[in-house]
């Protein structure tokens, strides 16, 4: 169960918590500017937005960028894969997908897979494959109750595309906020989705943490690129154990260089302010 890393310390009544974001708080800077200048990312082209959910604690960088809403990219996965999952549109994450022969994009695509695989592998066309079964009128309702950004998915012919091309978009804010709605059990989805849902998203984990997270990229040849990572990390130790909301978007202008900075840019903030340990 999500923040199970953090009982230990939550059971003493925030003291340990509190004490440690004293510790952390003050010496870190509020604008993490810096941690995107290691990565090899613009500050004047990126944001980022980091909120510790135990005090509100909060490390930002972008200014008014990090209300500009973007195209969602595949950062819809998780509001997509809590949605497939809550209506019965799939079975669980370990329903199977068989490939139709059609060589795509990634070699990783071009193979039968799982729904816990095409999450970890942005697998588009399992996803389209998906979205039809719940339908376009549903599936804006459903981001909507999440608050997920303006959660326009077009007409129903754009029920394959809208979170690819548009209209859906999403801010830096609205990303943390629901995502702090999803880690607090605070979106309206029974228990079994979170149970089945939330361990798919699992991307990393290391001594007493867990990273949760979902890479984003949103191409066009007609408007600027943009790369988005976004989750959480559940810090049951270190120097400033709690859990961390985190989103961040930047411009895309080399996709070989580039898209590695997305996750790079955020763990580089997060060994900044003392939540991940420095590798």
């Known amino acids: 169960m999500v923040g199970a890393l953090l009982r230990?310390?939550?059971?003493?009544?925030g003291f340990l918590l509190a004490a440690c974001a004293s510790q952390v708080s003050g010496n870190p800077p509020q604008n993490v500017e810096s941690s995107l200048e290691m990565s090899g990312v613009a500050p004047s082209q990126?944001?980022?937005?980091?909120?510790?959910l135990e005090d509100g604690v909060t490390w930002s960088r972008g200014g008014a960028r990090v209300d500009d809403r973007f195209v969602a990219a595949s950062t819809s996965k998780i509001p997509h894969t809590l949605i497939a999952i809550e209506t019965g549109a799939v079975s669980g994450p370990d329903e199977w997908f068989e490939w139709d022969g059609k060589a795509r994009f990634l070699p990783a695509w071009n193979r039968s897979q799982t729904l816990a695989d095409a999450f970890r592998h942005s697998t588009v066309w399992i996803y389209q494959t998906i979205t039809p079964r719940i339908?376009?009128?549903?599936?804006?309702?459903w981001l909507a109750a999440f608050g997920y950004g303006n959660a326009d998915t077009g007409t129903p012919e754009d029920v394959t595309t809208y979170w690819l091309k548009g209209p859906?978009?999403?801010?830096?804010?609205?990303?943390?906020?629901?995502?702090?709605?999803?880690?607090?059990?605070?979106?309206?989805?029974s228990v079994r989705t979170y149970d089945l849902a939330v361990p798919v998203m699992l991307a990393e984990t290391g001594e007493d943490w867990r990273l949760y997270a979902k890479t984003g990229w949103y191409s066009s040849d007609e408007a600027q690129d943009i790369?988005?990572?976004?989750?959480?990390?559940?810090?049951?130790?270190?120097?400033?154990?709690?859990?961390?909301?985190?989103?961040f978007n930047m411009d895309i202008e080399t996709p070989e260089t580039d898209i590695p900075r997305r996750p790079a840019a955020v763990r580089q903030a997060l060994v900044d302010i003392g939540a991940l340990p420095a590798p």
Do not use: C, K, N
């Open 135 to 141: 339908g376009s009128e549903a599936l804006h309702g």
């Open 8 to 13: 230990p310390f939550l059971v003493l009544g």
């Open 168 to 189: 859906l978009s999403i801010s830096v804010r609205e990303q943390v906020a629901f995502l702090t709605r999803l880690v607090r059990h605070d979106l309206p989805l």
């Open 46 to 52: 990126s944001a980022l937005l980091i909120v510790r």
């Open 227 to 247: 790369g988005w990572y976004v989750g959480w990390l559940e810090q049951g130790g270190g120097a400033a154990p709690g859990t961390y909301v985190f989103a």
